[in-house]
């Protein structure tokens, strides 16, 4: 059975190889789950022979306290961080729906309008006080097709 397989029959099975090298937080939770899953025990039984022998494959070293110190740390924050942000936060943000792609193209063309309108206002509020009634026409530059606006100021 390949690891793909493994991963597919059980969603613990992640966590077979962190706990072959001894880094899971809670071992013995996962021991637990061991006791009633196969599909677990044979994944953890294909890594340990493979855990064991790296040792010998090079020479034993131990680590400055002050690296060890530092490497934890950061494994820590990096770890509270993930914690935080949740479980999906390193993925890409789902596309809007495709009613929203529309929204913004008639706020323009609405702003466009009220704008044409509040611009024939000052024109005509601009020009000269006789009492007879006037028609400003206006045309609107938007992205509605044809768009008119007049003011008619008495």
């Known amino acids: 059975m ?20 001894g880094a899971l937080d809670q071992p013995s939770t996962y021991r637990e789950h061991l006791a009633g899953c196969a599909a677990c025990r044979a994944q953890v039984a294909e890594l340990q022979p493979v855990v064991d022998s790296l040792p010998a494959g ?6 400055p306290q002050a690296l060890r110190e530092r490497v934890l740390a950061t494994v820590h924050a990096e770890a509270e961080l993930l914690r935080a942000a949740g479980i999906g936060a390193d993925r ?6 495709r009613w929203q792609s529309f ?22 509020l601009g020009g000269s006080s006789s009492p007879s009634a006037r028609i400003t026409p206006g045309r609107v530059v938007a992205s509605i097709p044809d768009g008119r606006a007049y003011l008619r100021q008495v």
């Open 58 to 63: 090079v020479p034993a070293m131990v680590a």
């Open 103 to 124: 929204r913004f193209p008639a706020l323009g063309g609405a702003f466009a309008v009220a704008a044409a309108c509040a611009v024939a206002l000052v024109v005509a």
């Open 2 to 21: 390949s690891f793909a397989d493994h991963d597919q029959a059980c969603e613990h099975a992640v966590d077979a190889a962190p706990y072959v090298l």
């Open 92 to 97: 890409a943000p789902a596309p809007p729906p």
